[in-house]
């Protein structure tokens, strides 16, 4: 969290000064900060709350975009072409491929043996589907893995505090 407002900081002191990339990343920073301040303010922050935002911003989200759409997309487009375009972004199948299977990977986590359930989540798969979308086209527009790393894991972890 420390490291987060430091590094706003000097952003936003640094020499040459870009007025609306500021805002945004003071925005960033409020919406970091956010959710502990709101458990803090009530009372329930725990160690295990700080360290599952720590772990969702610095490894699980950058850990499953890897393989979705740093190993999974890359590779299937790179065989088969980006051909397809939205707007100003090419892609290809690699797209629709690694967001189905992050979708079906997300959807398969509500089936517990142990408790006796053998469903998957529809509504749950076709959500992470959506998002696999919008991730993979993050990662095609601007050709690595860092914005869908990013948006990964800010939305993973600001979910984890309010939650």
Same mark, same amino acid.
């Given at each position: ?14 020499? @040459?000064? %870009?007025?609306?990339? %500021?805002?945004?990343? =003071?925005?960033? *920073? ?6 502990? =301040?709101?458990?803090? &303010?009530?009372? @329930?922050? /725990? /160690? ?7 772990? %969702? ?7 499953? @975009? ?11 487009? $790179?065989?088969? *072409?980006?051909? !397809? ?15 189905? &299977?992050?979708?079906?990977?997300? +959807? ?5 043996? !142990?408790?006796?359930?053998? #469903?998957?989540?529809? #509504? !749950?798969?076709?959500?992470?589907? /959506? ?5 993979? $086209? ?8 860092? +914005? ?5 894991? $800010?939305?993973?972890?600001?979910? @984890?505090? $309010? =939650?």
């Amino acid at each position: 969290m420390f490291i987060i407002l430091l590094f706003c900081f000097l952003m936003i002191t640094r020499k @040459e000064v %870009n007025p609306a990339g %500021n805002r945004r990343l =003071v925005l960033i *920073g409020l919406l970091l900060v956010s959710p502990l =301040v709101l458990r803090f &303010l009530y009372g @329930e922050t /725990t /160690t295990g709350l700080l360290k599952g935002f720590m772990w %969702n911003i610095l490894i699980g989200g950058f850990a499953e @975009e890897f393989f979705y759409r740093g190993y999974l997309q890359s590779s299937i487009n $790179l065989e088969y *072409g980006t051909n !397809w375009r939205i707007g100003k972004v090419s892609f290809g199948p690699g797209l629709l491929v690694s967001s189905l &299977l992050y979708g079906l990977g997300r +959807g398969l986590r509500t089936i517990k043996p !142990w408790r006796g359930v053998y #469903s998957i989540s529809w #509504s !749950w798969t076709l959500f992470a589907f /959506t998002v696999g979308i919008f991730y993979g $086209l993050i990662r095609e527009s601007s050709g690595d893995i860092i +914005g869908s790393g990013t948006a990964k894991s $800010l939305i993973d972890a600001i979910g @984890e505090a $309010l =939650v």
